[in-house]
């Protein structure tokens, strides 16, 4: 049965896929992200004025977006722990990359895949903003995408974030195929 609780932090309900996101030469992670529309192509992701990135993503022309795998857990802990106003993260932790080519973002190499993000739009939203791009370049790993047309489950275990500084991934074994209606 739920029952009510008294809340100071309401989004403590996992679990939230985790997306590096590259402005300038900067990383951060974020757990808030999400697709926003098909046609045109619109990817959101909400960031705090406290961070560094947010400086940089009111300068630059859009911003990268990495999904990395579960064994690369320790890029997102590293790199979310730490600002990029006070370290070259991409340099102190070694991560190699490639450059956007229509964006200033980086594409990390171990990205299963990634997305380039032109401005769009940006808005307030209580605490944070939504910052919104045009995808304008996809990357997908070689060889994970099925004759389907899907992402293979048993070739990508991604990242997951499940709160307090706890990551996991998907057990392959559970894939359920139903069809809709
Ligand atoms: C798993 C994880 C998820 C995070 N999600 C967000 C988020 O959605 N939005 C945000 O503003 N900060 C988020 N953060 C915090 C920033 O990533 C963190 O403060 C980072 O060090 C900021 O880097 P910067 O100052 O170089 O931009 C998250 C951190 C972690 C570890």
Known sequence: MLKQIEFKKFYYIFPQTVALIGVGKNIMPVAWHTPISADP???????????????????????????LEYKDARIIARTGGVSGREHNKLKEFNI????????TGVILDRAYGAYECENFSVQK???????????VQVYIKEDIITSQGVVDEDRVAPAIYFGKDRYITLDPRKIQFIKRG
């Open 41 to 67: 192509p619109l990817y959101g992701i909400l960031v705090s004025p406290k961070r560094f990135s947010f400086e940089l993503l009111n300068k630059e022309n859009g911003f990268t977006v990495n999904f």
């Open 96 to 103: 190699a990359h490639i450059p956007g080519k229509k964006v």
């Open 125 to 135: 939203y209580g605490d944070h903003f939504l910052f919104i791009g045009r995808v």
